[in-house]
Structures are given as structure tokens and as C-alpha cells.
């Protein structure tokens, strides 16, 4: 089985260049949950996912006389965890090749949003090694690869809706993402800081604890894989009360097949849930508005922006984002 | 097929006696989630509980003009959910003859706790008739018949463990609750009440809505099977360790299995969540005390007597049951 940076790259790399590249979180709509092969990062369903437009990462690289890796401005010790896996992940790129560089890492989402930054820091990752190594990778192959880094970086590489297939090939060089062209120009996102200590728990640890372990997890596959279709196709038709009520079950049942695993796995905190049932009771008295839940207590939610004004007063502290108003 | 009442009782029933039958209200530690029968009301799966000693229902039955309930010292107004319920009840023995009583119910346990009466209603109320009426059925066919009534009533006619066997055969003359001779002179039942409004939906409902559209339900009735067996030996061997933390994936899982429902089904509510959390950060702590939640916001935990100092402290409203302190 061939290695997939050896499929796609050529056998040497130049020497590097400067290069810059922005890539956006993403929040998925049809969620990522469960690995079919967790070496080549492998997931056992499709998702689907929305772009975070300006809330994103910058990444450039720039040679330099050994490996270099800075966050926000701050020179990292190269055993921190985060210089540990980029210098991992850009020696998937370099095979052996003494090729040092310096990366230079400049994360836009607010602090305050409580949103996991791996998806965009590795998309744009993969961006800026592409442009300093000269590789002018098709973006279909920057996902694959980037699926190394993480999962939903696969999604990360275009604004708007995108699909990540999970393809079937054992090599996994046909799992990659693809955008959905079907912009939705009042389509809003909100996220709901719920205040909690450190995740307890990593998003791929609890998805591989859950696989392991959920009595309820053998049907997710199949009813992600399902959700995912139908959300695409609620998303195509602007069908929005469809795609709410998609989203919010879907999530809800990835969070579930965590609470039956064994130990239970409970991301959702009492303060996510007090969220919720603010949510569902406006949505009662007509708020059409719909929420999705990652790795983590915050929730996010989803609506159109003729309902901007109420969610703006029922969670004064959210954070608004417009992801087709992005102007790079 | 023979109906269960046509099955166990006399052709003719004779007029009736004063009769009176006190039952206690029991919990599940292995949950009956789901039916495999709704008009026999067969479960998918046995269940196992411990009953809540002076914590019940007393019911009396007196010969009457007319059919006359009481509750709790009221005389209710016929048209009422809870005379309709009884009577329909009394009618599934009665088989057409007219033999008028009145029934009155006097519930022991605290409004503030929280708890269902149904279980120990209808396994009182099906004492007290086998009383009335001179039947002197065997306790097994008495609680065969109680589930027609509620299925957690099978569970009400012993103090201690008790196991509701879901049987096989489709006309659910085997689905009945034996006593499983278990004594545990230690163990303690905690009820936390949180406070909410009334119910979103019946357990009933709330059941047949998972079963009808959880993507999650499959796998439950094999594990909850499966969990059954592995608590009654855990019961049996007092291993409280395994017992209680198999009683909390049980219950969580069954929660699941509605979250996962479409439209969600949630009868935890944020304050469950927070009474969870509490208990989870004392049991790192040390605490030996596991939670277990049914059809409704309230949380119950099990713990050993050791530990009922520390309960109270964490949860000061908690009212406090020794299962086998019952003295008649």
C-alpha cells in the first residue's frame, strides 16, 4: 500500500519559500464521529460542514536554520504539543529531508468563542507547505492529506458549505472533502460559550473510547451517512426548517452514542443544556433557530438572518457570524 | 388466544369483601425501556429493581352502590385520569358482571420526592382486588396480571431486588417479576428532586416515541438484556462497584437512546445534569455513590451505608431510603 504523500508528492522537495495561506474553521452540520482506520485517519461516515469565514488560521512558513514553530506571535518550546504535531505533520511532507523551516501560526477565532482551532491550523498548514515547497497540489489532494493532521481539516479549505466523503478506499486517497456550491447568503452562526474547565478528554480519545465501547454506537454510521445526504439536499433546496431539524438530531445522537458509552462520555455540560432549553422553548414560541453541539460545552447555533434580532436578544453574549460575507 | 384475566380467574366472581393491600413503589437499576407488545404492554427486555419500602401505596376496596375512587382522602371525580385508569382496571377482572366498589388509594410516598405512583398503585390496587375478591392468586400471576395496569407494577409486590422477567411467550403469561432473595442490609436509595415543570410526556409516550424514531434503539434491548443479568449477579455477589456503575451506564444509556429520539426526547433537564456533575467530581473524590434516572428530571443514587454521611452533605435535600429497614 502505497503512502499517500508518496503518491501525491514528487521525491524531492525544494527548498522551501515564503508562503502565506488563510484557511476557516468549520462547523459541522452532519458530524464527523468514529474512525474506520485511525492510522490514515479513516472516518466511518461522511459530514458535512459550514465555514467560519474571517474566524480562521494563518499560516506562513519561511526557511530558517532549524525547525521553528511560533503561535500567535509566541515561540513555542519544540516539545510543546502543538510544535510537536506540526513538525510531525510537516515531516509527513519532507520523508527524510533535512528541509528546516520556520512556521508561523496566527489563529483569528476570538478566545471568547471557545472553538477548537486544529481543523483550520491544519488546513492552512497543508496551504502554506503547498506554496513553500512549490507542490501546487490540487485542493482535493491538500484535504486528503491534510486528514492526517485532523478529520475536519479535510473540510477547512473552502468557504461555505463542503462535504467530506468518506470514500472506500482502504488507502484512503478517495477520502477528501469537496465544497457544495450552494451559497445561502442570509445563512447565519452563532456560538454560545458555555464557561467549563479543560475538555476532559481530547475529541479523538473520546471518539475512539465511544467506537470501543457505546452499546448504541453500531447504527450512528449508517444514520450519519443518511443525515449527511439529507442535509446536503435540505442545504441545496434552502430548505431551512429541514436542515435545522437535520442537524440538531444528528448532533444530539453523536452526543448520545457518547452518554452510553461505558464510561459515559459527557461533553454537554449542565450549562450547555441550560442553553438548550432556552433554545427549545423560544423555538416553541416560534424562534426558528437550531442547534449543533461539538467535542466540547459550547453550543452553536444555526438560523437565517431574519432571525437575527431575536437570537441576538435571547443570547446576548453570542458571537455572530455571516459565513457567505467573507472578503478575504 | 386466552386473555391473561380469563386464563387465571373464576368464571364468576364472588361480591365483595372490605379488602386491604399496602405496595411499595420500586426503581429500576436495570431499566424497562420499550415494548414488544403494546396492547399486553410485554417489554423488550427484563428489568431488575429495588423496591422502596415504606414508601408505597395503600389501597382499600369496600363493596359499594357505585363505583366510587379515592386518593389520598379526595373522592375524585369519575370522568378523572386516575378513576378512569382504575376502573378500567377493576373492569379487566370484572369481565362485564356488575360489582360495584369503591377503591381508595392513600399514597405514602413524599410529594417531594418526585417519584411515579403508578408501580405501587397498580400492584396495591391488584392486592387489594385479589383480597376483595377472594382470589388468592399466587403473587407471580398477581403481578402478570398488574401489568396490564403499568409494567412497573410487576416489580411492586416484594420489598428487596426484584426481576421482571420479559418472558417469551407472545401471550405473556411468563412476563412477570420475581423476588430475587438478595438481602443487603447496607444499601441506600437516594431521591434528589429537581425541580421542573410537570412532565413533557408519559413514560409510555416518551417510550413508544424512542422505539418509533431513535436511531439509537436497536442495540438497547440486547444490552439492556445483557445488563439485567450482569446487575442481578453483581446483586447477588454484593459487588456494589460493579453494580452501581453498571446501574448508571444502564439508565444513561436508556437516557440516550431518547436523545438520540426525533424529535429529542429529554427528561433530564439542566439541574439533573448539575446533581450528575456534583456527583461525578465527588465520586473522583472518592465517593462511592452511583446515579440512576427514569422518565423525569430527578436523579436517584445508590450508595452503601458508609457513604450516607457524605450523601447528605453533598446533596442536603436528599431524602434518605433503607430498603430493608421495612418493618409492616
Not at 494563518?58 to 519544540?78: C, F, K, Q, Y
Not at 528546516?100 to 491544519?122: D, K, M, Q
Not at 453550543?299 to 431574519?306: D, G, M
Request: with cysteine; proline share 7%; aromatic share 8%.
Amino acid at each position: 500500500m502505497t503512502d499517500a504523500f508518496d503518491a501525491v508528492l514528487p521525491a524531492q522537495l525544494p527548498a522551501p519559500q515564503e508562503a502565506t495561506a488563510y484557511a476557516p474553521s468549520n462547523i459541522a452540520l452532519s458530524k464527523y464521529w468514529g474512525k474506520r482506520d485511525a492510522g490514515l485517519n479513516l472516518p466511518l461516515n461522511s459530514s458535512l460542514s459550514i465555514s467560519l469565514a474571517e474566524w480562521g488560521t494563518t499560516t506562513t512558513i519561511l526557511p530558517a536554520d532549524r525547525d521553528e514553530v511560533s503561535l500567535n506571535g509566541e515561540v513555542l518550546d519544540p516539545a510543546s504539543s502543538f510544535a510537536t504535531k506540526v513538525v510531525a505533520y510537516l515531516d509527513r511532507f519532507r520523508r527524510g529531508q533535512t528541509l528546516p523551516v520556520r512556521v508561523e501560526t496566527v489563529n483569528t477565532i476570538p478566545t471568547a468563542a471557545g472553538l477548537a482551532s486544529s481543523a483550520s491550523g491544519f488546513a492552512a498548514l497543508t496551504k502554506a507547505i503547498d506554496g513553500a515547497f512549490a507542490l501546487s497540489l490540487p485542493e482535493a489532494q491538500q484535504s486528503m492529506l491534510s486528514r492526517y493532521g485532523s478529520g475536519s481539516a479535510t473540510r477547512s479549505f473552502w468557504h461555505g458549505f463542503v462535504r467530506w466523503d468518506r470514500g472506500a478506499d482502504p488507502a484512503g486517497m478517495d477520502s477528501f472533502a469537496v465544497p457544495v456550491e450552494a451559497p445561502w447568503l442570509d445563512f447565519r452562526i452563532a456560538l454560545i460559550k458555555v464557561d467549563t474547565g479543560p475538555k476532559a478528554q481530547s475529541s479523538r480519545d473520546g471518539m475512539g473510547h465511544t467506537v470501543a465501547t457505546s452499546p448504541l454506537f453500531p447504527p450512528w454510521p449508517d444514520r450519519a451517512e443518511a443525515d449527511c445526504a439529507a442535509i446536503e439536499a435540505a442545504v441545496r433546496a434552502q430548505d431551512f426548517a429541514t436542515l435545522g431539524a437535520l442537524a440538531e438530531a444528528n448532533a444530539l445522537a453523536m452526543h448520545a452514542t457518547m452518554m452510553a458509552a461505558r464510561p459515559a462520555l459527557t461533553y454537554l455540560k449542565a450549562g450547555s443544556w441550560q442553553v438548550l432549553e432556552a433554545l427549545w422553548q423560544a423555538r416553541a414560541e416560534g424562534l426558528e433557530a437550531y442547534a449543533t453541539m461539538d467535542a466540547g460545552a459550547n453550543v452553536k447555533l444555526i438560523f437565517l438572518k431574519e432571525a437575527g434580532a431575536d437570537v441576538r436578544r435571547l443570547f446576548p453574549a453570542a458571537e455572530i457570524i455571516d459565513p457567505f460575507g467573507y472578503s478575504p
